[in-house]
T-cell receptor, first 112, second 112 residues
């Protein structure tokens, strides 16, 4: 059990629609990061939230946005979905004593 | 820009046949190098963090080593349950604190 829970596990959306993905991270970890993993690729950093504010972003357009809540849960919102947005979206909770980052099992998004 | 290159892309071993996976990296000051294991359709599972050249860490049949330019994941006498994709990632000292830059992974298959 990872301590990071993501929902839903699978999702199918139509091009142009909007989607919200959710993540519940371990209590006490006030840093959460989101990654996009296309098939056969490594995860790519989307952005990081620290104490409810975005404080780092990768090479993703503004239609990718997020929120972090006081209870350590987080959301990833994607507007105007494109076919290339089809991927596994991973949430990671950071900062353990080992310096590791714990990932959830991800949400598989398919855009048709 | 931080970069991670993993080789080989895929590796097939017989049970008990030891081998090594390579991770070459360039980063603007290394904060940490991470190894993760990922099973199909799942999120990455943390294995090791290495911080400085010369450091080694072991866990069961796995041993990770680090130099200034690359890291190796040695697998001794692998078993079929070791079959997975192994991901390497780097974290830089500067920039977004929890951003990990991943390679594309090595897909390992261990057969009887």
């Amino acid at each position: 059990e990872t301590g990071v829970t993501q929902s839903p596990t699978h999702l199918i959306k139509t091009r142009g629609q909007q989607v919200t993905l959710r993540c519940s991270s371990q209590s006490g970890h006030n840093t959460v990061s989101w990654y996009q993993q296309a098939l056969g690729q490594g995860p790519q950093f989307i952005f990081q939230y620290y104490r409810e504010e975005e404080n780092g972003r990768g090479n993703f357009p503004p239609r990718f946005s997020g929120l972090q809540f006081p209870n350590y849960s987080s959301e990833l919102n994607v507007n105007a979905l494109e076919l290339d947005d089809s991927a596994l979206y991973l949430c990671a909770s950071g900062g353990t004593a080992e310096g590791s980052y714990t990932f959830g099992s991800g949400t598989r998004l398919t855009v048709v | 820009e931080d970069q991670v290159t993993q080789s080989p892309e895929a590796l097939r071993l017989q049970e008990g046949e030891s081998s090594s996976l390579n991770c070459s990296y360039t980063v603007s000051g290394l904060r940490g190098l991470f190894w993760y294991r990922q099973d199909p359709g799942k999120g990455p599972e943390f294995l090791f963090t290495l911080y400085s050249a010369g450091e080694e860490k072991e866990k069961e049949r796995l041993k990770a080593t680090l130099t200034k330019k690359e890291s190796f994941l040695h697998i001794t006498a692998p078993k079929p349950e070791d079959s997975a994709t192994y991901l390497c990632a780097v974290q830089a000292r500067t920039g977004t604190a929890s951003k990990l830059t991943f390679g594309t992974g090595t897909r390992l298959q261990v057969t009887l």
